[in-house]
């Protein structure tokens, strides 16, 4: 598996060569330093992955009900057609990609790109819907679902895996304690931040204030860049 430095000097990033002079040089010389001391593992929520939302067995005997789904990166928010209560995979990828077909925010959607390949009859047993199409891979995406006429309550959707990209430049600044999260996940992709998420951690190691900088330079331009600006807001030291 990839380390944390070494994905983010390594990478197509803004800092994935050494500088030979200028600003970057030092913080490039430091992550170096840092690198053969300790290089965590890049791991979640901090290593790509593709979002999987699993509903729960509706538990049915009649009725329809409709997923929505929702992809900050594209600010879209998708409601399919009925669904009924026993659907079987064919039809719910079919209502996905008709649902999806032509929205203007994800113009190079395929059908399959939102794969509902692990559903099987949806008022006995979960439903399993991955984005790991070209379109959306490597993205947030959160699934809700409304009750139309289902003769029980729509069914509850569990987040089993967060979408996102590699994150290995807040994966510096978390795992070293240069910031902290106030709750166990940082922000998703794609999302705003809310007040007090990210706080300001104990930089145990003395990161350079130039090197927390860079960092945060490289969340913005690479990552993220409203949970960049979210992370720049608490550092003092990056201005």
């Given at each position: 598996m990839a380390n944390v430095i070494a994905t983010l000097l390594t990478s197509p990033k803004t800092i994935n060569v050494a500088p030979t002079k200028g600003p970057n040089r030092h913080s490039y010389n430091e992550l170096q330093a840092l690198q053969a001391t300790n290089d965590p593992t890049l791991a979640a929520p901090y290593l790509a992955a593709d979002a999987?939302?699993?509903?729960?067995a509706n538990g049915g005997s009649s009725g329809n009900f409709t997923l929505t789904f929702t992809?900050?990166?594209?600010?879209?928010a998708v409601t399919t057609?009925?669904?009924?209560?026993?659907?079987?995979e064919a039809a719910i990828q079919t209502i996905i990609d008709t649902a999806m077909a032509g929205q203007v925010g994800v113009a190079t959607y395929s059908a399959?790109?939102?794969?509902?390949?692990?559903c099987v009859d949806t008022s006995a047993a979960t439903c399993a819907i991955t984005a790991n199409g070209t379109s959306v891979a490597k993205?947030?995406?959160?699934?809700?679902?409304?009750?139309?006429?289902?003769?029980?309550?729509?069914?509850?959707?569990?987040?089993?895996?967060?979408?996102?990209?590699?994150r290995p430049a807040e994966a510096v600044l978390q795992?070293?304690?240069?910031?902290?999260?106030?709750?166990?996940?940082?922000?998703a992709q794609g999302t705003t931040p809310a007040a007090g998420d990210y706080v300001v951690g104990d930089n145990p190691l003395s990161l350079s204030p130039a090197l927390q900088k860079t960092l945060v330079?490289?969340?913005?331009a690479k990552e993220d860049k409203t949970i960049?600006?979210?992370?720049?807001?608490?550092?003092?030291?990056v201005g």
């Amino acid at each position: 598996m990839a380390n944390v430095i070494a994905t983010l000097l390594t990478s197509p990033k803004t800092i994935n060569v050494a500088p030979t002079k200028g600003p970057n040089r030092h913080s490039y010389n430091e992550l170096q330093a840092l690198q053969a001391t300790n290089d965590p593992t890049l791991a979640a929520p901090y290593l790509a992955a593709d979002a999987v939302e699993t509903v729960a067995a509706n538990g049915g005997s009649s009725g329809n009900f409709t997923l929505t789904f929702t992809l900050p990166k594209y600010s879209i928010a998708v409601t399919t057609a009925n669904i009924v209560f026993d659907a079987a995979e064919a039809a719910i990828q079919t209502i996905i990609d008709t649902a999806m077909a032509g929205q203007v925010g994800v113009a190079t959607y395929s059908a399959g790109d939102i794969d509902a390949g692990a559903c099987v009859d949806t008022s006995a047993a979960t439903c399993a819907i991955t984005a790991n199409g070209t379109s959306v891979a490597k993205t947030h995406m959160v699934v809700t679902t409304t009750n139309v006429d289902l003769d029980v309550a729509a069914p509850t959707v569990t987040t089993t895996t967060i979408g996102t990209g590699n994150r290995p430049a807040e994966a510096v600044l978390q795992l070293y304690d240069a910031i902290k999260l106030s709750g166990s996940l940082p922000a998703a992709q794609g999302t705003t931040p809310a007040a007090g998420d990210y706080v300001v951690g104990d930089n145990p190691l003395s990161l350079s204030p130039a090197l927390q900088k860079t960092l945060v330079n490289e969340i913005t331009a690479k990552e993220d860049k409203t949970i960049g600006d979210a992370i720049r807001a608490i550092k003092d030291c990056v201005g």
